[in-house]
């Protein structure tokens, strides 16, 4: 199996499923030169400028366009150039296609993918390092994934070009070409909704996604030469979440620390905190913890002041140590 | 030395490949001046020197990759600008900055503001987490025997996981129960690895050795001190002629083996004859507390086992119903436990009376600690041979054993202590040396 | 002399075509009057009608190749609606929230159209949202080398809405087959055209993205029905997209929930009634021979007694199962 990174990944679905699916249609800004990360390189050349378009600077209608599309027989699969730009969609992302079914009572499906680079860590300061997942993971009618590595990357972006409704699928950009992972050649996917359990331990538990899971489990590596052994979960999901693998997560240890870049309030965090303690309050042997960006505007461009914002994998395994010992 | 590092030039670039060197080992270089062309995958760069002075070598060619801070040359040089455009760059970009862990960056958990490192929380011993409570509830565990290894003493959930494969092990035992028996031999608790485990003792400047306390010991030590300080304790010896049990052990001791297979001791032949005192003066099988003296009914003897480690107290549970034989099968059963650590909860717990073989180490009297819970405990010393006088004055060797009680004079007076001590002899001295074992 | 006999009617297809738009007309009307007064009645929670559309409203969607072309009405369009073949029963199932909604089951506020098997196209109460969708059915139609017309309506004040800028300007770059159909009453709820925009004419914006744009009478039917029939077809041609402005006027208030008194005049109102688009497509008929006044009559009498059946049995229909609000948030079958 080769070792591909994240971005490579991201492409070679891209890629595999246009090749599938004469319909498909990748759509956003600067998408034929290739994108600004890169990602869409060389789909210009191999399938031409009517599925791989470049759209004007308008994200509403990116998504509107994309929307109509998907009504009459495309797949179209929407960048975002950054997720921090995708709030002028919002609109056709909420009133539009998370409704789109449901209002018309199953009459029409709407079954877009909407790519945003998402997350900090690169000097992006606040306008290129948001996380966006909660206020969608929030509407009911929406998928929202975050793959955390190239195979999930690659399978879940498969899954989402192939899911019958709306999915933002958000890419970590820090990944890009600093992860690299195994990835099968043959076609698979990655089933949206549907936690990973990343590690297995019995004095904690630890939920996460995204770049985060990463930061856990090099967390988790620190405690285990101490004698203390972590569950890390990788939601990879975050709408619809997989409650019984967080319900199961939780019970194994009952200490349960959920980790996010996002900022804390209102974050993802709270939605499995509240699950877990109204579905496994029994289980319990501390109270939930959460570990988040901080409640600021997104991070700052200061170096200092960037890691300020992030939760590390130094704080965590802090965090994780007060766990542990409660 | 100072070095010129590969920059980063933006988000998501990881390595860059030195396409051309401007200058070349050896050069001047000026402030600022280009230096270099690099490629990474987003973007060509020319990068202007960091340094004004000499480039005395090249450690990256032309064609080569490295990664982003990596050095790609060394200059002799004043560092004109201050490189902290190099030195927060960090080999892996994974994090931005490398702010000492500790105070530095206190952690927002749960909330914009940093935790207090030592929240003044309330003492936990007796605060439960549901998950702690569902398993005492299915396990039907009390929860004030539990050892609790967590924050300020918290019972968490691997201590009542642990509690349950090793109550023994991890118990913390109340004034009511009798896990350690304290006699003047050396005391010990359940032992288990890690609470036995001490740290290593430290010598002192005069070649003395400080053992630091296990938590074992340390549980030992308050018992005894709460059952000495709490339990007025009065103390009385008899002496009996067990002469005949002797003679009745000695003749039957090789057919109980090889039919038994377990060895016969006398300690079968103690406990019946305490238990058959027991019934006869009930109120020496009871616990004292400020509510009244509770009579026991059923008969449950701690028989007190030396282990490696110590001394642990087994329970024989209704010793009342077990004939000798049942009684030896079960204290070598305990014994074997015990010395393995396998005992269950039941097996611990709930003693009505205690009896320590301390005759067992050649000791002839012995004051024991009265377990807590309970109002007496009595030793069995060395059988002796020794003369003695008979009734028509003649001398005769006699096998003689002393008993030593030790009895709450809360509960009981002297005259019931002596009475129950005397039917302990009765008992032992009607033993015919041709009685039937069974 | 040789006197000539009465005149029979004509029958030439214009007239049919006439005829059948001014029996829509009428049925429309009847329609809107109807689920006016049943809010009045109480016996509907929310009305949004179409009197004084009439002309733009059938005229246009007459031009339109049901089931070929993709429809995109906003809420005031029941002439498109009844144009296009939804029957009062339909509509009114919509207007009372039962389970047979053809829109949307109850779920959505009445008059937010859906209907698939006329490719008419669910839409929100959001304004102009369903612009850009317009422009992406066309752009597909035109990547998949289909013959077929987008059209979409909406009033002035969506316009102004960003969503309109990006998809006229994104079927311009693009010259996607996309008819945007401004029904021009000069009212956005209370705001009079003025405050809505700076140019005359919302046709003079086609300047601004280099697409054709017309101002047509919107009370005249038959023009109307030209323009449209001309700009549908022109897209057909790959000719790229067409704006058409149909003035008209909106002769009740903005929904069942507004109340026009407190920013029109009811002189102003006068005015337009007398320009009734019903009234004056009569007269035009009645000249040509190709209406009589039986005719009328009968025509107005069968709307009003369809009407009066639809409702009867619409509001007897059944509501939709309470826990049917729990269906439809996602589709079960993976596509593609």
Known sequence: MAETTYIDAIRDALLEEMERLPTMVVLGEDIQEGGVFRVTDGMLDRFGPGRVLDTPLAESSIVGVAIGMATNGCVPVAEMQFADFAFPAFNQIISEAAKWRYRSNNGWGCPIVVRAPSGGGIRGALYHSQSIEAMLAHVPGLKVVAPATPYDAKGLLKAAIRDPDPVIYLEQKRAYRLLKGEVPAEDFTVPIGEAALRREGDDLTVISYGMMAHECLAAADELAADGIRATVLDLRTLAPLDREAILDAAKRTGKVLIVHEDNLTGGIGGEVAAIIAEHAFDSLDAPIRRLAGLDVPSMPYSAVMEAYFMPSREKIAVAMRELAAY | MPTLNMPDVGESVTEGTITRWLKGEGDAVQLDEPIVEIETEKVSVEVPSPFEGRLTRILVQEGEVAPVGAPLAEFDAEQKTESREQSDRPARPVVAAAAPLTAAAPIATNGASPVPATPEQPHRTRRYSPVVLQLASEHDIDLALVRGTGIEGRVTRQDVMRYIENPVAYTVPPSREAGVVGVSAPPASPPAPSAHAAAASTPAPDGDEVQPLSATRRTIAARMLDAHLTIPPAWMVVEADVSNLVRLREATKEGFQRTEGVPLTYLPFFVQAVVAALKQHPALNATYTDEGVRVHHACHIGVAVAVESGLIVPVVRDADRKSIAGLAHEIVDLGAKARDRKLSLDEVRGATFTLDNTGAFGSVISQPLIPPGQVAIMTTEAIRRELRVAEDGSFAARSVMNLCISFDHRALDGAQAGMFMRSVKEHLEAIRADQQVY | ?336
């Open chain 3, 1 to 336: 002399m040789v006197r000539a006999k009465e005149p029979r009617p004509q029958v030439s297809a214009a007239a049919k075509l006439h005829r059948l738009m001014y029996r829509d007309m009428l049925r429309s009307r009847e329609l809107s009057d109807r689920m006016f007064a049943l809010n009045r009645q109480g016996r509907a929670a929310f009305a949004v009608t179409g009197q004084g559309h009439e002309a733009a409203q059938v005229g246009s969607a007459y031009a339109i190749k049901r089931g070929v072309d993709w429809v995109l009405p906003y809420y005031r369009d029941v002439g498109v609606m009844i144009a296009l073949g939804m029957s009062p029963h339909e509509i009114l199932l919509g207007l009372f929230a039962k389970a047979d909604d053809p829109s949307s089951g109850g779920r959505q506020m009445p008059c937010h159209w859906s209907w698939p098997e006329a490719r008419v196209v669910t839409r929100s109460s959001v304004i102009a949202a369903n612009l850009p969708h317009a422009a992406g059915i066309a752009y597909a139609s035109k990547l998949r080398g289909l013959k077929e017309v987008s059209i979409a309506y909406f009033g002035e004040g969506a316009t102004s809405e960003g969503d309109f800028h990006e998809a006229v300007n994104f079927a311009a770059i693009h010259k996607l087959p996309v008819v945007f159909f401004c029904e021009n009453n000069g009212y956005a709820i209370s705001e009079s055209q003025e405050k809505q925009m700076s140019v005359l004419h919302v046709a003079d914006r086609a300047k601004g993205y280099d697409i054709d744009g017309q101002t047509v009478d919107g009370n005249d039917i038959v023009a109307v029905h030209q323009t449209a029939q001309w700009s549908i077809e022109e897209c057909r041609r790959g000719r790229g997209p067409k704006l058409i402005e149909a003035k008209t006027y909106r002769l009740v208030p903005h929904t069942s929930s507004d109340d026009d008194r407190r920013y029109r005049t009811r002189a102003e109102l006068d005015e337009w009634i007398k320009r009734d688009p019903i009234d004056r497509f009569r007269r035009r008929l009645l000249e040509e021979g190709t209406l009589s006044e039986d005719d009328d009559r009968e025509w107005r009498a069968d709307a009003k007694r369809e009407v009066a059946e639809a409702v009867v049995s619409a509001e007897q229909a059944p509501d939709p199962a309470p826990e049917d609000a729990l269906r439809h948030v996602f589709g079960t079958q993976e596509r593609g």
